[in-house]
């Protein structure tokens, strides 16, 4: 049973944007506390982008700040990360996160963004 689906990835060119999304089963995103996306670079561990919990407070690292808006329409059951002025640095699988109330937690199979310098 799929969960957690994203979406929206691809290439595009240093400057650029992206917008993804990732949908949620309704069973659990009405149960999510915290969602969020991370991503992980080749030959690289995987690390937090952003995070948006249930009352709307956001997190973002520190590399993205400025730059990436994690946002999420309830009505849709979706959670989006709009990516402007994109890098190469940014080249990454992006998975999408949720942590349920219970603390049971939740991953997407990825979506791969490709920045070109």
Not at 23 to 52: C, D, H, N
Not at 60 to 89: C, H, W
Request: net charge positive.
């Amino acid at each position: 049973q799929v969960q957690l689906v994203e979406s929206g990835g691809g290439l595009v060119q240093a400057g650029g944007s992206l917008r993804l999304s990732c949908a949620a089963s309704g069973s659990i995103f009405s149960r999510g506390i915290v969602m969020g996306w991370y991503r992980q670079a080749p030959g690289k561990q995987r690390e937090l982008v952003a995070t948006i919990t249930k009352f709307g407070s956001t997190n973002y690292a520190d590399s993205v700040k400025g730059r990436f808006t994690i946002s999420r329409d309830n009505a849709k059951n979706t959670v989006y990360l709009q990516m402007n002025s994109l890098k190469p640095e940014d080249t990454a699988v992006y998975y999408c996160h949720l942590l349920r109330d219970d603390g049971m937690d939740y991953w997407g199979k990825g979506t791969l963004v490709t920045v070109s310098s």
